[in-house]
């Protein structure tokens, strides 16, 4: 006689609980894929800007050392024809297939026609990168920011003027202007820099000085400079101001003791208070009772940043604004002011003006070769 088994398998709850298991585990492991697909096709992004750069700097050398100029017809890589394949215009990440004629990548319209040796820091200064789908046509130029394309995972791809490729994560919210100037990178080309002439200048004779004052000029020896003698307090400001990136160098003239000062710093054009305050002189360093020291806004001397850094005649130094960060460096005399003494980040946005304060009693104090660089600087 025979028996008959149940056949064994699944319940419906049981099935109900593996389906759920796979589309968690689905969840969690598809966007993993995705982003690594994505990290692929950037590396292949990564290297068609780069391969780009390679032919733009072939193109400079055998053209005496000019970028080509604006193109009257065809797209940019037409006079790159010689030095790279056309698989290089085009993204991984884009859907269509760019190409030479019509290329998914855009050069910067700001450097045609220009010499290589105007460019001041080619590591920081765009010549290629992402181009947005409203700026492919005609010349596919980079003419505006809202021409560059954040297509993967919301950063860009761009190459830099010495060679080298690099991404660079929008900002959230976005604001890919900002995000590009706060990693120091050039779309206009950085001028060279002038020589910083002052304004607004004031002084407070010593008692002991009546006759003391400030004395502003432009040498042909040292450039700006801005000095005084028997005065308690004096200084000045710049007649330009940076709306954007760009950078402030000078040197301190004199050596100093105890009783004299020198601070140099930037603040927006906006800020009406003056200069004299110890604790007015906004983002700055200042060489202050024989040791160098660094100042925010709304504080005075109140951290030596170098311990016992002892600072003397001839020494540089440097204020670097980059979009929302400003970092302070000096050098010894004779040499380029490349110490990093402070890095400050998120600083309000703005057009920041240069302001020197002088310090002291009967003894001469100053600074020279003052200049400023900057993209747009302007009169205010």
Request: charged share 15%.
């Amino acid at each position: 006689m025979y028996h008959r088994h149940p056949r064994k398998g699944f319940t419906l709850i049981e099935l109900l609980v593996v389906i759920g298991i796979i589309a968690v585990l689905a969840a969690i492991l598809f966007p993993v894929f995705a982003r690594a697909r994505e990290k692929a096709r950037q590396s292949r992004c990564l290297n068609n800007v780069r391969q780009q750069m390679v032919a733009v700097l072939m193109y400079v050398q055998d053209h005496g050392d000019a970028f080509f100029p604006a193109p009257s017809s065809a797209s940019w890589p037409a006079y790159l024809a010689a030095y790279n394949e056309g698989s290089i215009y085009d993204c991984p990440t884009m859907s269509g297939a760019g190409s030479p004629g019509a290329p998914e990548y855009g050069v910067n319209a700001h450097l045609y026609g220009t010499a290589l040796g105007e460019i001041e820091m080619p590591q920081l200064q765009i010549v290629t990168a992402d181009l947005a789908a409203s700026a492919r046509t005609d010349s596919h130029a980079l003419v505006k920011y809202a021409d560059f394309d954040p297509r993967h995972s919301r950063g860009l791809i761009l190459s830099l003027l010495d060679g080298h490729a690099e991404f660079v994560s929008n900002r959230q919210p976005p604001d890919l202007e900002g995000a590009l100037e706060d990693a120091g990178f050039y779309f206009e080309p950085l001028p060279p820099p002038i020589p910083i002439t002052w304004k607004t200048i004031e002084s407070t004779p010593h008692p002991s000085q009546p006759a003391g004052r400030i004395y502003p000029a432009q040498s042909t020896t040292f450039g700006s400079t801005l000095s005084a003698y028997g005065v308690i307090n004096s200084g000045a400001q710049s007649t330009l101001a940076m709306p954007r990136n760009g950078y402030v160098t000078w040197r301190v003239a004199f050596n100093t003791n105890e009783q004299t000062g020198v601070q140099v710093g930037i603040k927006p054009i906006t800020d009406g208070k003056g200069f004299l305050g110890a604790d007015r002189m906004g983002y700055g360093i200042g060489c202050y009772n024989t040791r160098i020291w660094y100042h925010t806004p709304g504080t005075s001397f109140t951290t030596p940043q170098q311990g016992n850094t002892l600072w003397k005649a001839g020494m540089t130094f440097m204020i670097e604004r980059k979009g929302r960060h400003v970092t302070l460096r000096y050098g010894a005399p004779g040499q380029l002011p490349t110490t990093v003494m402070k890095h400050i980040k998120d600083i309000p946005s703005g057009t920041y003006r240069v302001e020197v304060r002088l310090s002291g009693n009967t003894l001469f104090m100053g600074v020279n070769s003052c200049q400023i660089a900057g993209v747009g600087l302007t009169e205010w």
